[in-house]
């Protein structure tokens, strides 16, 4: 990745930002182990293809 996608990802990934992306959906992020950051809004679909 160069630094302006590894910059990008922490601006939008649901990891750091505990929303998705696409719809705005809330993480909880209390869950601190976890692996899949798919969005679990039904209506929504994104997914993480970053890992």
């Known amino acids: 990745m160069t630094q302006l996608q590894q910059l ?3 601006d939008t990934h ?4 505990g929303k998705c992306p696409q719809c705005g959906y809330e993480f909880d ?5 976890r692996v899949h950051w798919d969005c679990q809004n039904s209506e ?7 890992v």
């Open 8 to 10: 990008e990802l922490l």
């Open 29 to 33: 992020r209390y869950w601190t182990a």
């Open 14 to 17: 649901p990891m750091f930002t």
């Open 44 to 50: 929504c679909g994104w997914m993480d293809d970053t």
